[in-house]
């Protein structure tokens, strides 16, 4: 069963069981789920009324955005635990003669990476969630900017989350090439995701002493 298909007592049950999965990168993704699904709600407070009239066409495409983030990062939980399992299964193969050995060895070092690129892939789209909140900080309605700063500080927090799954994951490989680029793309995606946040909360502080 997927994330979310889950009641929050169900998930929150799983998430504190003996069970692995849904672990960290899981839950990650999910705050970034609700943090686009926040600001989905913050461009549904501005759409259609009249003193909002000027921006409704780029709040639409700013909620739509929302949306399909919000699936995009329901996904990546579920691959992330499917992730896991990947590893959880190359460990278990046998180990008895060279051969298995060897197999058994390339088989931990492909499913970590898959169990790396998850991560990296929920930070990104947890980058971009946050790219949409300094847009939503400037043109939707005032009342919700405390919302908006909530959306913020999960999306961050979702990011940074991951990214250090993601880091220690890569401590373990052998794959220096794989390493190197997936250590670049953290590192990107981490500068453009704290810019965005101090951009937003800066933009809900101006815009929240204005009013």
């Known amino acids: 069963m997927g994330v979310g298909s889950l009641t929050i007592d169900d998930f929150l049950a799983?998430?504190?069981s003996s069970d692995p999965t849904p672990g960290g990168g899981a839950l990650a993704a999910?705050?970034?789920?609700m943090a686009a699904a926040m600001l989905a709600m913050v461009c549904n407070l501005t759409i259609g009324r009249p003193r909002f009239a000027e921006v409704e066409n780029e709040v639409r495409e700013l909620l739509s955005r929302c949306e399909d983030l919000?699936?995009?990062l329901l996904k990546l939980a579920d691959a992330d635990a499917e992730a896991y399992l990947g590893v959880r299964d190359a460990y278990r193969l046998g180990r008895d003669t060279d051969a298995e050995q060897k197999i058994r060895a390339a088989a931990i070092e492909e499913s970590m990476h898959?169990?790396?690129e998850v991560p990296?892939?929920?930070a990104r789209a947890s980058g971009v969630v946050l790219d949409l909140?300094?847009?939503?900080?400037?043109?939707?309605?005032?009342?919700a900017l405390g919302d908006v700063a909530v959306a913020t500080h999960l999306a961050l927090g979702a990011a940074r989350g991951v990214a250090d799954q993601a880091r220690m994951n890569l401590s373990t490989l052998k794959d220096e090439s794989f390493v190197s680029r997936m250590s670049q793309q953290i590192r990107r995606i981490m500068e453009e995701a704290d810019v965005a946040a101090a951009q937003s909360l800066e933009d809900v502080g101006r815009r929240g002493r204005a009013g």
Request: charged share 20%; aromatic share 0%.
């Open 14 to 16: 799983r998430l504190s």
């Open 120 to 122: 990296v892939d929920s």
């Open 114 to 116: 898959r169990a790396t």
């Open 70 to 72: 919000q699936r995009q």
């Open 30 to 33: 999910l705050s970034g789920a």
């Open 133 to 143: 909140a300094v847009i939503a900080a400037r043109i939707t309605n005032p009342v």
